[in-house]
């Protein structure tokens, strides 16, 4: 986001004297520029102004060869020798261009660098080093650390570099003591990205005199002239050529440029530019660059400058062919599709067949500006926001001038960007400027917007009138002609390809009049039905609360899955993507498929804990899957502008996918870990059931368990530790198990990880609403037995515990199975369950001969299954 100097902005607006960045902050964002962050100066002093008055070269046993210094750093710094006298500090430096006679900057004992680096003598190679000659990097000023900061290369002028006193505050030099503010601009606002319109904000905040400099500018440019046959006199010839537009829109409907020539490449950056550009954010390059950035930043206008001895006309913009790519600047090879917008030069007559550069995205390696370059073209464009858009993202290049063009630039900026660029090299770099540029402008006017008064009273609620109306939208910078009956004609700015309706502009003065004047109003709701949440709300947050209570945490997690999740998950590709719902422009390639299951997409926040050092990891949530019927009808396209029949919504309903509601949950780690007294125990298939049946009690479900045979077990899932959960009915709602050992590998989870998932659009309808009948407490003791039976291993604890039940009829008051057993002494293919069952009566104490009755009909019922009572 941009950084907002106040020493830049005084360039633009008139500001109080001793304004604060605190205070610039509260006004800008009163216009809806937020503050991001005041970043305050990492550095203090002392750090001055030194004179080098000798450096001794020593060579070391190492290779390297270090530099005694003695530096002038003034009366006020200088050390103090036996005799009193003041003399230079000795100082250590290594840097290959340290000499003597060079005024540097030093840091004082005492002075704090970039990442708490405190400065302090020290002794080294044999000597008491008093401070630090300092270089960009360890000043935060810029990457560069191959030398010492040299001033007389710093970018003063001859003058200003002979007024430099040694002692002189190089903090304040420098602006080394000076905070910036970063502001957060919003996507429609993209004038703001330069300091033309947030100083046209501020004005609008405060009422500080502004004046914009592009009119000025744009008087001054040379327009594009014609010879005595009528044809165009240009630097260079261009021409766009767009064969594929996007939405029917040509990727480039402006493109200015002019040349200069005799350029010095060796001019230095002038130092307040350099210093404004590193404030910014930016690293100061060369001056031809340093240049193209800093009219961006002030006007808002990308730029590109060319080597024009490099590049053959005619410059063609256009779109790339299948199988093309290009290098750009940051030597990272790309490959391009139709969609790209290029600039291209005609090398050998060959039609713009040469690739320059990604269009208002990033430049390619040939035709870019060296140290030898002498004769420069300097471009400035108006690229279609989508197209750049797209392209910035499609390549993973975003860059300050994609920032811009995907926000909307200024159209008629073009020629006053460029004019204030060359003006700046002629200024510095002692080149000379065409007065001959090319300029295809294919521009068209906004459109006026028909705007009437009162939609600012019935939108915004806020009684302001015309005048006052008139007067806002003229400062933004609109043509507003009419209003006798009520109703403007209103001509935005071209800066401004925001404003398309009469709701931008009842925007724009509801942001200028002030949010906070916007009355409060109540509306009155009258309550006709029921109020509050429905049942199945109700019961949505019941199953929330009840697996947060059991110890599991609640995530979200974007609902995209691919090839890699259905691989770990095991499942069938050629399967599934026939029956899920494909995205037309998925946001991440390798995923462009919505989930049917919750799991692969919650394994991956599971994932992202696990690499983080978090183990012992358990997580649920609650979300849609997309179930996509191959064989429902087309969903029809409707016109715009007019309201659908119940017909086409009928339509467009039965086209889309079923959106069931489902909860999944994922236990990995440990279960439990008292601590180094305690026991510890891995998570296991036992506490997914656990959840689901906490989950069953909360809602009355009477979920049960059906383990099918290992050969059916689903392939995600361990054949031995899985089950459905069914309804009562036998309606199946969902699994719980462990998952696959293979399955835990591919996604890095830990042994017996376990997992459920529940169709709640499924399991929640089936639910009775009828109100709970209580039951009189009985006053009866009770009589509490453990029965221990040995059953086939076919036989499940549900179905024994289910007999068990249709036994005691209403004499069991409750059942608990405590413990399974396998081995030896119950014989092989079989195992033994005991429950804790307890029996109460609700008309009398039950005597021995009662209870006796009861585990008659108890044994007899469970003989049925082939169960034994052990003794």
Not at 378 to 396: C, L
Not at 659 to 676: F, M, N, R, Y
């Given at each position: 986001m941009p950084m907002i100097?106040?020493?830049?902005?005084?360039?633009?607006?008139?500001?109080?004297?001793?304004?604060?960045?605190?205070?610039?902050?509260?006004?800008?964002?009163?216009?809806?520029?937020?503050?991001?962050?005041?970043?305050?100066?990492?550095?203090?002093?002392?750090?001055?102004?030194?004179?080098?008055?000798?450096?001794?070269?020593?060579?070391?046993?190492?290779?390297?060869?270090?530099?005694?210094?003695?530096?002038?750093?003034?009366?006020?710094?200088?050390?103090?020798?036996?005799?009193?006298n003041k003399v230079p500090r000795g100082i250590i430096c290594g840097a290959p261009n340290m000499a003597a006679g060079e005024k540097v900057v030093v840091t004082l004992p005492g002075a704090v660098l970039p990442g708490d680096f405190k400065i302090e003598p020290r002794k080294t190679y044999g000597h008491i080093s008093d401070g630090m000659c300092a270089s960009e990097r360890e000043l935060g000023l810029g990457d560069s650390h191959d030398g010492i900061i040299l001033l007389r290369e710093y970018g003063f002028s001859k003058e200003e570099y002979d007024a430099l006193k040694p002692g002189d505050d190089a903090m304040e030099l420098l602006h080394l003591n000076n905070p910036v503010l970063e502001i957060n601009i919003t996507p429609d606002r993209g004038y703001a990205f330069s300091y033309r319109g947030v100083a046209r904000e501020y004005h609008n905040s405060t009422g500080a005199r502004y004046t914009d400099p592009v009119i000025a500018l744009n008087e001054k440019a040379p327009a594009e002239t014609k010879d005595a046959d009528g044809r165009a006199v240009r630097d260079?010839?261009?021409?766009?050529?767009?064969?594929?537009?996007?939405?029917?829109?040509?990727?480039?409907?402006?493109?200015?440029?002019?040349?200069?020539?005799?350029?010095?490449?060796?001019?230095?950056?002038?130092?307040?530019?350099?210093?404004?550009?590193?404030?910014?954010?930016?690293?100061?390059?060369?001056?031809?660059?340093?240049?193209?950035?800093?009219?961006?930043?002030?006007?808002?206008?990308?730029?590109?400058?060319?080597d024009l001895g490099k590049i053959e006309g005619p410059i063609v913009v256009r779109r790339a062919n299948e199988g093309e790519e290009l290098t750009t600047l940051d030597e990272k090879n790309h490959k391009l599709s139709p969609e790209d917008l290029l600039i291209t030069d005609s090398p050998n007559g060959e039609h713009g067949s040469r690739i320059?550069?990604?269009?208002?995205?990033?430049?390619?390696?040939?035709?870019?500006?060296?140290?030898?370059?002498?004769?420069?073209?300097?471009?400035?464009?108006?690229?279609?926001?989508?197209?750049?858009?797209?392209?910035?993202?499609?390549?993973?290049?975003?860059?300050?001038?994609?920032?811009?063009?995907?926000?909307?630039?200024?159209?008629?900026?073009?020629?006053a960007a460029v004019e204030k660029a060359v003006e700046l090299l002629i200024r510095y770099g002692a080149g000379e400027g065409s007065r001959t540029p090319v300029d295809v402008n294919n521009t068209t006017r906004p459109a006026d917007i028909r705007f009437k008064v009162s939609e600012v009273a019935r939108v915004a609620g806020?009684?302001?009138?015309?005048?006052?109306?008139?007067?806002?939208?003229?400062?933004?910078?609109?043509?507003?002609?009419?209003?006798?009956?009520?109703?403007?004609?209103?001509?935005?700015?071209?800066?401004?390809?925001?404003?398309?309706?009469?709701?931008?502009?009842?925007?724009?003065?509801?942001?200028?009049?002030?949010?906070?004047?916007?009355?409060?109003?109540?509306?009155?709701?009258?309550?006709?039905?029921?109020?509050?949440?429905?049942?199945?709300?109700?019961?949505?947050?019941?199953?929330?609360?009840t697996l947060a209570q059991y110890g599991l945490v609640e995530t979200l997690s974007y609902p995209f899955v691919g090839d890699a999740d259905y691989k770990a998950f095991a499942i069938d590709t050629k399967a599934i993507k026939p029956i899920s719902v494909e995205i037309a422009n998925p946001l991440a390639g390798d995923r462009p498929f919505l989930r049917r299951s919750l799991l692969p997409t919650l394994a991956r926040t599971v994932q992202r804990n696990i690499r983080r050092g978090l183990s012992d990891v358990s997580l649920y949530e609650i979300g849609h899957v997309f179930l996509w019927d191959p064989d429902a009808p087309a969903i029809p396209a409707l016109p715009g502008g007019v309201k659908p029949t119940k017909e086409q919504l009928a339509a467009l309903?039965?086209?889309?996918?079923?959106?069931?509601?489902?909860?999944?949950?994922?236990?990995?780690?440990?279960?439990?870990?008292?601590?180094?007294?305690?026991?510890?125990?891995?998570?296991?298939?036992?506490?997914?059931?656990?959840?689901?049946?906490?989950?069953?009690?909360?809602?009355?479900?009477?979920?049960?368990?059906?383990?099918?045979?290992?050969?059916?077990v689903p392939a995600t899932w361990h054949p031995g530790r899985f089950a459905y959960v069914v309804l009562p009915d036998g309606t199946k709602v969902g699994m719980v198990g462990e998952f696959h050992p293979h399955v835990n590998e591919a996604l890095g989870f830990p042994e017996h990880s376990a997992a459920f998932e529940l169709d709640l659009s499924a399991l929640l309808p089936a639910l009775d609403d009828k109100p709970v009948q209580a039951k009189p407490i009985a006053t009866f003791p009770p009589v509490r037995q453990d029965l221990a039976f040995t059953v086939p291993a076919t036989v499940t604890a549900q179905q024994l515990s289910d007999a068990i039940r249709e036994a005691a009829g209403s004499s069991l008051e409750s059942i608990e199975l405590f413990d399974v057993f396998t081995g030896d002494q119950v014989g092989e293919g079989a195992k033994s369950l005991a429950f804790a069952v307890t029996f109460r009566s609700p008309v009398k104490t039950l005597e021995s001969a009662d209870s006796e009755a009861i585990r008659k009909a108890i044994v007899e019922k469970t003989s049925e299954l082939g169960a034994q009572l052990r003794a």
């Open positions: 100097d106040i020493d830049w902005l005084k360039d633009h607006v008139e500001v109080p004297e001793g304004l604060t960045y605190e205070q610039l902050a509260k006004d800008l964002v009163r216009v809806g520029l937020e503050e991001e962050e005041i970043h305050q100066s990492q550095v203090t002093g002392p750090i001055v102004v030194g004179y080098v008055v000798d450096a001794t070269p020593e060579p070391q046993k190492n290779g390297k060869t270090i530099n005694w210094c003695h530096v002038d750093v003034g009366e006020q710094y200088n050390d103090v020798d036996e005799n009193g260079v010839e261009v021409s766009i050529e767009d064969n594929n537009p996007i939405h029917g829109v040509v990727g480039c409907d402006r493109y200015y440029g002019r040349v200069v020539r005799g350029f010095n490449p060796n001019a230095p950056t002038p130092n307040w530019m350099r210093r404004r550009l590193i404030r910014a954010g930016m690293r100061s390059i060369s001056l031809a660059v340093d240049v193209t950035n800093y009219v961006m930043l002030d006007l808002g206008q990308p730029l590109h400058a060319y320059l550069g990604l269009a208002g995205v990033m430049g390619g390696l040939y035709g870019e500006v060296t140290d030898e370059t002498t004769d420069l073209f300097i471009e400035a464009a108006h690229f279609d926001q989508v197209s750049i858009a797209r392209s910035a993202r499609r390549h993973k290049t975003p860059s300050e001038a994609s920032r811009r063009f995907e926000r909307g630039v200024d159209t008629q900026l073009q020629p806020l009684d302001t009138d015309a005048n006052t109306i008139s007067d806002i939208l003229t400062d933004i910078g609109c043509n507003v002609a009419g209003g006798g009956n009520g109703e403007f004609s209103v001509a935005p700015p071209t800066w401004r390809p925001d404003l398309t309706a009469p709701c931008d502009l009842v925007e724009e003065v509801a942001r200028l009049v002030g949010y906070d004047e916007i009355p409060v109003t109540v509306p009155a709701v009258p309550v006709t039905g029921v109020t509050g949440l429905t049942l199945e709300q109700q019961r949505r947050r019941w199953i929330a609360d309903d039965a086209g889309l996918p079923e959106q069931p509601q489902h909860v999944a949950a994922i236990l990995t780690g440990k279960a439990e870990d008292s601590g180094w007294l305690g026991e510890s125990r891995d998570v296991d298939w036992s506490d997914a059931v656990e959840a689901v049946l906490r989950v069953s009690e909360r809602l009355g479900a009477g979920l049960r368990l059906d383990q099918p045979a290992a050969a059916d």
